[in-house]
T-cell receptor, first 116, second 112 residues
């Protein structure tokens, strides 16, 4: 089956530093990658959608200069949280979709980010 | 944007009882309606989905019903078991499936 590997699974960083999260599709080509953020006891909130080779489309209220998304290849997408602050502490999770399966969303295992 | 309301936010049942979770939405262009189960700290797992050309779908103890006219869809779990305890999310696929929008979630607790 389709697998998306997400790393790291957890990370602790200091305020003001940047953190990069990677999502790799292991056995399929992810033409579209979705990035979500989930605060404790809340729902998954879509941050942005990226298509391979194109600039990401950000949801309203999400700062594109703070959450940098790169989707330069069909198997790798990255989310970089720049100048992280404690309020950025959350569970970040990616979801990949291939063009041949528009109903198939494969989720990564998530990254628990804690900013101290 | 899309708006998905999910009820109830918490649901406690006894083992063997049925559980029903309902979602209502506003975007009539939505045509893909999946349900996910999420355990603490884990990724959401797809448990069942339905497309707009179908009114009901069943998979063993789990079923989903869709009323496109009224813009709501529901998850039905029969003969609940303690291992069904988790948070359940409904979601909507928008036109063209460019993104998946999640409901607010329901915490289901099944007591032995």
């Amino acid at each position: 089956g389709a697998v998306v590997s997400q790393h790291p699974s957890w990370v602790i960083c200091k305020s003001g530093t940047s953190v990069k999260i990677e999502c790799r599709s292991l056995d399929f080509q992810a033409t579209t990658m979705f990035w979500y953020r989930q605060f404790p006891k809340q729902s998954l909130m879509l941050m942005a959608t990226s298509n391979e080779g194109s600039k990401a489309t950000y949801e309203q209220g999400v700062e594109k200069d703070k959450f940098l998304i790169n989707h330069a290849s069909l198997t790798l997408s990255t989310l970089t949280v720049t100048s992280a602050h404690p309020e950025d502490s959350s569970f970040y999770i990616c979801s990949a979709r291939r063009a041949s399966q528009p109903y198939g969303y494969t989720f990564g295992s998530g990254t628990r980010l804690t900013v101290v | 944007g899309e708006n998905v309301e999910q009820h109830p936010s918490t649901l406690s049942v006894q083992e063997g009882d049925s559980a029903v979770i309902k979602c209502t939405y506003s975007d009539s262009a939505s045509n893909y309606f999946p349900w996910y189960k999420q355990e603490l700290g884990k990724r959401p797992q797809l448990i069942i989905d339905i497309r707009s050309n179908v009114g009901e779908k069943k998979d063993q103890r789990i079923a989903v019903t869709l009323n496109k006219t009224a813009k709501h869809f529901s998850l039905h779990i029969t003969e609940t078991q303690p291992e069904d305890s988790a948070v359940y999310f409904c979601a909507l696929g928008d036109t063209g499936f460019q993104k998946l929008v999640f409901g607010t979630g329901t915490r289901l607790l099944v007591s032995p």
